[in-house]
Protein backbone atom coordinates (compact mmCIF):
# COMPACT_ATOMS: atom_id res chain seq x y z
CA UNK A 1 0.00 0.00 0.00
CA UNK A 2 1.44 3.16 -0.70
CA UNK A 3 1.87 6.23 1.80
CA UNK A 4 0.35 9.09 1.58
CA UNK A 5 2.16 11.89 0.17
CA UNK A 6 4.08 13.99 2.68
CA UNK A 7 5.73 17.18 1.37
CA UNK A 8 9.07 18.22 3.15
CA UNK A 9 10.44 21.94 2.57
CA UNK A 10 12.29 24.56 3.94
CA UNK A 11 10.87 27.63 5.78
CA UNK A 12 7.43 25.21 5.23
CA UNK A 13 4.53 25.90 7.19
CA UNK A 14 2.29 22.64 8.28
CA UNK A 15 -0.81 21.73 10.56
CA UNK A 16 -0.20 18.91 12.54
CA UNK A 17 -2.22 16.27 13.95
CA UNK A 18 -1.61 12.75 15.50
CA UNK A 19 -3.88 10.75 17.72
CA UNK A 20 -4.37 8.55 19.87
CA UNK A 21 -4.38 4.43 18.59
CA UNK A 22 -8.42 3.76 18.47
CA UNK A 23 -8.89 7.00 18.90
CA UNK A 24 -8.07 6.63 22.49
CA UNK A 25 -6.43 8.74 25.20
CA UNK A 26 -2.90 10.21 24.47
CA UNK A 27 -2.72 12.11 27.78
CA UNK A 28 -4.57 10.68 31.20
CA UNK A 29 -3.65 13.48 33.17
CA UNK A 30 -2.06 16.99 33.15
CA UNK A 31 1.13 15.84 34.11
CA UNK A 32 1.23 13.87 31.06
CA UNK A 33 0.40 17.04 29.01
CA UNK A 34 2.94 19.03 31.00
CA UNK A 35 5.51 16.12 29.30
CA UNK A 36 4.46 16.55 26.03
CA UNK A 37 4.69 20.02 26.24
CA UNK A 38 8.61 19.20 27.33
CA UNK A 39 9.14 16.92 24.37
CA UNK A 40 7.52 19.51 22.05
CA UNK A 41 9.69 22.26 23.53
CA UNK A 42 12.66 19.93 22.72
CA UNK A 43 11.71 19.00 19.29
CA UNK A 44 11.67 22.85 18.76
CA UNK A 45 15.11 23.42 19.35
CA UNK A 46 16.43 20.68 18.27
CA UNK A 47 15.16 20.69 14.68
CA UNK A 48 15.08 24.24 14.28
CA UNK A 49 11.33 24.50 14.49
CA UNK A 50 8.99 27.42 15.06
CA UNK A 51 5.51 26.65 16.88
CA UNK A 52 2.75 29.41 16.13
CA UNK A 53 0.07 27.59 17.89
CA UNK A 54 -1.04 24.40 19.71
CA UNK A 55 -3.48 22.43 21.25
CA UNK A 56 -3.68 19.67 23.14
CA UNK A 57 -6.59 16.98 23.54
CA UNK A 58 -7.40 13.67 25.40
CA UNK A 59 -6.97 11.87 22.29
CA UNK A 60 -4.69 13.39 19.99
CA UNK A 61 -2.93 17.15 19.64
CA UNK A 62 -2.72 19.99 17.04
CA UNK A 63 0.21 22.17 16.42
CA UNK A 64 0.97 24.57 13.56
CA UNK A 65 4.87 25.11 13.11
CA UNK A 66 7.27 26.67 10.64
CA UNK A 67 10.19 24.33 9.82
CA UNK A 68 13.13 26.37 9.13
CA UNK A 69 14.90 23.17 7.21
CA UNK A 70 13.57 20.17 5.36
CA UNK A 71 13.35 17.82 8.75
CA UNK A 72 9.38 17.97 9.43
CA UNK A 73 9.40 14.01 9.26
CA UNK A 74 12.47 13.63 10.89
CA UNK A 75 10.79 16.48 13.77
CA UNK A 76 7.19 14.74 15.05
CA UNK A 77 9.38 11.72 14.97
CA UNK A 78 11.07 12.64 17.31
CA UNK A 79 8.05 14.52 19.13
CA UNK A 80 5.87 11.00 19.00
CA UNK A 81 8.66 8.41 19.95
CA UNK A 82 9.85 10.47 22.55
CA UNK A 83 6.75 11.15 24.34
CA UNK A 84 5.30 7.65 23.48
CA UNK A 85 8.59 6.06 24.87
CA UNK A 86 7.73 7.78 28.39
CA UNK A 87 4.10 7.13 28.40
CA UNK A 88 3.89 3.86 27.93
CA UNK A 89 7.12 3.15 31.13
CA UNK A 90 4.74 5.48 32.94
CA UNK A 91 1.60 4.03 32.84
CA UNK A 92 3.20 0.23 32.09
CA UNK A 93 0.95 -0.14 28.67
CA UNK A 94 2.21 -2.36 25.69
CA UNK A 95 1.92 -1.27 22.18
CA UNK A 96 1.49 1.75 19.61
CA UNK A 97 0.17 4.57 21.30
CA UNK A 98 -0.33 6.88 18.18
CA UNK A 99 -2.52 6.03 15.65
CA UNK A 100 -0.45 5.33 12.43
CA UNK A 101 1.46 8.66 10.58
CA UNK A 102 0.77 12.10 11.78
CA UNK A 103 -0.88 13.91 9.21
CA UNK A 104 0.69 17.03 8.16
CA UNK A 105 -0.41 19.81 5.81
CA UNK A 106 1.29 22.74 3.79
CA UNK A 107 -0.21 25.87 5.09
CA UNK A 108 -0.03 29.12 3.33
CA UNK A 109 0.49 30.97 5.94
CA UNK A 110 0.31 34.89 4.16
CA UNK A 111 -3.66 33.32 4.07
CA UNK A 112 -4.64 30.96 6.68
CA UNK A 113 -2.30 31.77 9.65
CA UNK A 114 -5.21 33.97 11.43
CA UNK A 115 -7.84 31.13 10.80
CA UNK A 116 -6.25 28.03 11.11
CA UNK A 117 -4.76 29.13 14.73
CA UNK A 118 -8.55 30.28 15.45
CA UNK A 119 -9.69 26.58 14.41
CA UNK A 120 -6.72 25.28 16.85
CA UNK A 121 -7.48 27.12 19.74
CA UNK A 122 -11.30 26.87 19.47
CA UNK A 123 -11.10 22.89 19.69
CA UNK A 124 -11.91 22.24 24.05
CA UNK A 125 -15.06 24.92 23.17
CA UNK A 126 -16.29 22.96 20.28
CA UNK A 127 -15.81 19.45 22.11
CA UNK A 128 -17.42 21.03 25.27
CA UNK A 129 -14.82 20.83 27.70
CA UNK A 130 -14.94 24.55 28.46
CA UNK A 131 -17.25 27.19 28.33
CA UNK A 132 -14.54 29.88 28.12
CA UNK A 133 -10.90 29.24 26.09
CA UNK A 134 -9.30 31.24 28.65
CA UNK A 135 -9.84 28.18 30.89
CA UNK A 136 -8.23 25.97 29.14
CA UNK A 137 -4.52 25.88 30.36
CA UNK A 138 -3.50 23.33 26.94
CA UNK A 139 -3.16 25.38 24.23
CA UNK A 140 -1.37 28.40 23.44
CA UNK A 141 -4.99 30.55 23.09
CA UNK A 142 -3.70 32.37 26.73
CA UNK A 143 0.01 33.21 25.03
CA UNK A 144 -1.76 35.07 22.47
CA UNK A 145 -3.66 37.64 25.25
CA UNK A 146 -0.81 37.71 26.51
CA UNK A 147 -2.13 35.99 29.94
CA UNK A 148 0.53 33.63 30.23
CA UNK A 149 4.03 34.13 29.60
CA UNK A 150 5.78 31.47 27.44
CA UNK A 151 8.88 30.79 25.97
CA UNK A 152 7.84 28.00 22.84
CA UNK A 153 5.33 29.71 20.96
CA UNK A 154 5.02 32.58 18.88
CA UNK A 155 2.04 34.62 18.77
CA UNK A 156 3.40 37.74 17.30
CA UNK A 157 3.65 35.93 13.69
CA UNK A 158 -0.59 35.53 13.44
CA UNK A 159 -1.12 38.99 15.68
CA UNK A 160 0.99 41.02 13.54
CA UNK A 161 -1.45 40.11 10.16
CA UNK A 162 -4.10 41.57 12.69
CA UNK A 163 -2.39 45.02 13.79
CA UNK A 164 0.80 46.21 14.29
CA UNK A 165 -0.02 47.46 17.50
CA UNK A 166 0.06 44.34 19.96
CA UNK A 167 -2.28 45.24 21.83
CA UNK A 168 -4.81 46.15 19.55
CA UNK A 169 -3.92 43.00 17.81
CA UNK A 170 -4.54 40.98 21.17
CA UNK A 171 -8.03 42.49 21.54
CA UNK A 172 -8.70 42.25 17.85
CA UNK A 173 -7.96 37.98 18.48
CA UNK A 174 -9.99 37.78 21.25
CA UNK A 175 -13.01 39.21 18.87
CA UNK A 176 -12.15 36.79 15.79
CA UNK A 177 -12.26 33.86 17.46
CA UNK A 178 -15.17 34.50 19.78
CA UNK A 179 -16.71 35.30 16.41
CA UNK A 180 -15.89 31.87 14.82
CA UNK A 181 -16.85 29.89 16.80
CA UNK A 182 -19.06 28.06 14.07
CA UNK A 183 -16.62 28.54 12.01
CA UNK A 184 -16.06 25.33 8.99
CA UNK A 185 -13.18 23.06 9.28
CA UNK A 186 -10.97 24.78 7.44
CA UNK A 187 -8.69 21.37 6.23
CA UNK A 188 -11.67 20.64 4.58
CA UNK A 189 -11.16 23.23 2.11
CA UNK A 190 -7.19 21.77 1.91
CA UNK A 191 -6.14 20.02 -1.70
CA UNK A 192 -6.77 16.42 -1.33
CA UNK A 193 -5.86 16.70 2.53
CA UNK A 194 -2.23 18.31 1.39
CA UNK A 195 -2.12 21.27 1.19
CA UNK A 196 -4.18 24.15 2.17
CA UNK A 197 -3.76 27.87 0.85
CA UNK A 198 -5.25 30.32 -2.16
CA UNK A 199 -5.56 29.29 -5.93
CA UNK A 200 -2.03 30.36 -6.40
CA UNK A 201 -0.36 28.68 -3.53
CA UNK A 202 -2.10 25.27 -4.57
CA UNK A 203 -0.44 25.69 -8.16
CA UNK A 204 2.66 26.31 -6.96
CA UNK A 205 2.16 22.96 -4.79
CA UNK A 206 0.65 21.07 -7.82
CA UNK A 207 4.25 22.10 -9.84
CA UNK A 208 6.11 20.98 -7.30
CA UNK A 209 4.34 17.78 -6.97
CA UNK A 210 5.00 17.23 -10.71
CA UNK A 211 8.43 18.16 -10.50
CA UNK A 212 8.92 15.61 -7.91
CA UNK A 213 7.43 12.78 -9.97
CA UNK A 214 4.97 11.65 -6.87
CA UNK A 215 1.53 12.83 -8.12
CA UNK A 216 0.15 8.97 -7.94
CA UNK A 217 0.84 8.97 -3.83
CA UNK A 218 -1.99 11.39 -3.50
CA UNK A 219 -4.53 9.08 -2.33
CA UNK A 220 -7.77 10.56 -3.63
CA UNK A 221 -6.81 11.03 -7.30
CA UNK A 222 -5.25 7.26 -7.95
CA UNK A 223 -7.77 6.32 -8.90
CA UNK A 224 -9.75 9.47 -10.80
CA UNK A 225 -10.15 8.27 -14.47
CA UNK A 226 -10.66 11.09 -16.97
CA UNK A 227 -14.34 11.34 -16.47
CA UNK A 228 -13.35 14.59 -14.83
CA UNK A 229 -12.19 15.93 -18.01
CA UNK A 230 -14.56 14.68 -20.50
CA UNK A 231 -17.33 16.63 -17.68
CA UNK A 232 -15.09 19.60 -18.10
CA UNK A 233 -15.06 19.98 -22.28
CA UNK A 234 -18.71 18.57 -22.15
CA UNK A 235 -19.67 21.38 -20.23
CA UNK A 236 -17.55 23.85 -22.41
CA UNK A 237 -19.74 22.67 -25.43
CA UNK A 238 -23.14 23.30 -23.22
CA UNK A 239 -22.37 26.30 -22.17
CA UNK A 240 -20.65 28.19 -25.09
CA UNK A 241 -22.14 26.49 -26.89
CA UNK A 242 -19.17 25.20 -29.40
CA UNK A 243 -18.62 21.99 -31.33
CA UNK A 244 -15.85 19.60 -29.22
CA UNK A 245 -13.42 19.82 -32.37
CA UNK A 246 -13.09 23.39 -32.04
CA UNK A 247 -11.66 23.40 -28.44
CA UNK A 248 -8.84 21.02 -29.43
CA UNK A 249 -8.47 23.33 -32.63
CA UNK A 250 -4.40 23.98 -32.95
CA UNK A 251 -5.20 26.93 -34.11
CA UNK A 252 -3.20 29.83 -32.84
CA UNK A 253 -5.53 32.36 -30.38
CA UNK A 254 -7.65 29.44 -29.57
CA UNK A 255 -8.98 30.92 -26.65
CA UNK A 256 -11.60 27.85 -26.04
CA UNK A 257 -8.71 25.33 -26.07
CA UNK A 258 -6.99 27.80 -23.29
CA UNK A 259 -9.90 27.49 -21.63
CA UNK A 260 -10.12 24.20 -21.43
CA UNK A 261 -6.40 23.55 -20.85
CA UNK A 262 -6.39 26.09 -17.50
CA UNK A 263 -9.73 23.88 -16.48
CA UNK A 264 -8.10 20.64 -16.65
CA UNK A 265 -5.32 21.77 -14.82
CA UNK A 266 -7.23 23.57 -12.22
CA UNK A 267 -9.62 20.93 -11.43
CA UNK A 268 -8.48 17.28 -12.14
CA UNK A 269 -5.49 15.55 -11.08
CA UNK A 270 -3.76 15.22 -14.36
CA UNK A 271 -0.20 16.24 -14.53
CA UNK A 272 1.17 18.32 -16.77
CA UNK A 273 2.50 15.02 -19.11
CA UNK A 274 -1.00 14.29 -19.06
CA UNK A 275 -2.71 17.07 -20.06
CA UNK A 276 -0.12 17.80 -22.65
CA UNK A 277 -1.14 14.12 -24.41
CA UNK A 278 -4.47 15.15 -24.33
CA UNK A 279 -4.32 18.31 -26.07
CA UNK A 280 -1.11 17.54 -28.27
CA UNK A 281 1.25 19.79 -26.98
CA UNK A 282 4.55 19.77 -24.79
CA UNK A 283 4.13 19.11 -21.48
CA UNK A 284 5.75 22.58 -20.33
CA UNK A 285 3.56 24.65 -22.89
CA UNK A 286 0.45 23.38 -20.60
CA UNK A 287 1.48 25.76 -17.34
CA UNK A 288 2.21 28.73 -20.13
CA UNK A 289 -0.81 28.15 -22.14
CA UNK A 290 -2.80 28.36 -18.20
CA UNK A 291 -1.00 31.06 -17.27
CA UNK A 292 -1.47 33.39 -19.94
CA UNK A 293 -5.80 32.22 -20.20
CA UNK A 294 -5.79 33.80 -16.46
CA UNK A 295 -4.29 36.85 -17.46
CA UNK A 296 -6.53 37.29 -20.27
CA UNK A 297 -9.37 36.66 -17.56
CA UNK A 298 -7.84 39.18 -15.28
CA UNK A 299 -8.06 41.87 -17.77
CA UNK A 300 -11.05 40.96 -19.79
CA UNK A 301 -14.65 40.31 -17.56
CA UNK A 302 -15.95 39.15 -20.72
CA UNK A 303 -13.98 35.63 -20.61
CA UNK A 304 -15.03 35.11 -16.61
Request: glycine share 2%.
Amino acid sequence: MTRPLRLSFENAFYHITSRGNRREKIFYSDRDKEVFLKRLKEMLIKYSTICYAYCLMDNHYHIFIKTNKSNLSQGIHYLNSSYANWFRNKHQIIGPLFQGRFKSILVDADNYALVLSAYIHLNPLRAGIIKQLEDYPWSSYLDYLNLRKSDMTDPSFVLKSIDQDTFKAMNKYREYVSESQNMKDPIKESYHHIALGSATFIERVKEKIEHLGRRREIPSTRFQSKHDVDTIITKMTQALPIERKRIFDKKRGNLNRSLAIYLVKRFTPLSLSEIGELFKMDYSAVSQAAKRFEQKSEVNHEIK
